[in-house]
């Protein structure tokens, strides 16, 4: 093992035969500069995916699943945006490359400064979770006022009927089934009127005309045969 003079030898010797390039302060600084940049940008692209993660399930509705037992759970993971939260890992995997790279994380493990991005990702996510920044455009979106981002805001609200959800207005309730409408001026699939039986137990006097509701269960000959309900507030 080589002792730390031995190390200065081995270093000065390799700068006296050209072995290590020589560099201005102005080139280190700019390098700083720009790592610096790449690392908020990063930062920033992780904390904006991981927030709108939070902010899908719980806007969409998706998380009321949860609540229907197995079937729901399966409708759950089928519906959980993991495309975003892919890519706010792929931001933090490579921030976590970048810190490692270019800072004295060298004296930390590997797994502690990706548990050290990790962290600071989803609490920086939380953070704007609790703000009205995703709100807001997804509020854009719905009048067309929002470019790039408008088509993944704008599917946050809609009924998802290749999966077995559905959103929309009760528009009648009779004695064994009530009806919904669902329409966003979008003119897309998702837009419908369904009929809905609600699974045994269910209380259709809990129900009014007007309400919003979210559905899952299964379209059979034109009739979704509900195995969970769920009346949604006016903001949701």
Known sequence: MLKEPDIQKSVLDKIRAGGVPMHSRTYFILRTVLVGLAGAVLLAGAFFALSFVFFSIHESGVR????????GLTAFITLFPW???????????????L??????AYRFSLLRIFLWVL???VAGGTLIGFTPFHASLLSAADNDRLPVLGPLYEQVH???IDRGVYRGNVVSVAESYFIISHNDTDRDSDEGVWNVVPPEGFDLGTLSVGNKVYVAGRLKHGVVYAYGIRPLSGDE
């Open 119 to 121: 962290v600071i990702g």
């Open 99 to 104: 810190v490692r790279q270019f800072t004295s």
């Open 64 to 71: 009321f699943l949860l609540e229907f037992g197995e079937q």
């Open 158 to 160: 809609d009924s998802h």
């Open 83 to 97: 495309t975003s939260l892919l890519v706010s890992l792929a931001f933090l995997v490579i921030l976590e490359l």
